[in-house]
Nanobody
Framework: VQLVESGGGLVQPGGSLRLSCAASGFTFGSYDMTWVRQAPGKGPEWVSAINSGGGSLYYADSEKGRFTISRDNAKNTLYLQMNSLKPEDTAVYYC?????WGQGTQVTVSS
């Protein structure tokens, strides 16, 4: 299982980022996928999840209305569109699925 996140970076409050997670080594389209983040000095926090077919989406309350999870099973890729970013969204974002974890991508929201 290999999961590789990308798309993180430095963005001002109110800005947007789109994270991607490229999957390989397992049948991506058969697995539910999850985004988890970890802020400095804090434990992991579940952010969002999507079922294998992409028809069921789940969000933590703090992300509802701002984040959108999606997937392209033909491209073996998971996405997280993040809008209206806040400083408290600063964290390393990880994707998970297929019994594996990615290495994470840093998101920093700061002016």
């Amino acid at each position: 299982v290999q999961l590789v996140e990308s798309g993180g970076g430095l963005v001002q409050p109110g800005g947007s980022l789109r994270l991607s997670c490229a999957a390989s080594g397992f049948t991506f389209g058969s697995y539910d996928m999850t985004w988890v983040r970890q802020a400095p000095g804090k434990g992991p926090e579940w952010v969002s999840a999507i079922n294998s077919g992409g028809g069921s989406l789940y969000y933590a309350d703090s992300e509802k209305g701002r984040f959108t999870i999606s997937r392209d099973n033909a491209k073996n890729t998971l996405y997280l569109q993040m809008n209206s970013l806040k400083p408290e969204d600063t964290a390393v974002y990880y994707c998970s699925g297929g019994n594996g974890w990615g290495q994470g991508t840093q998101v920093t929201v700061s002016s």
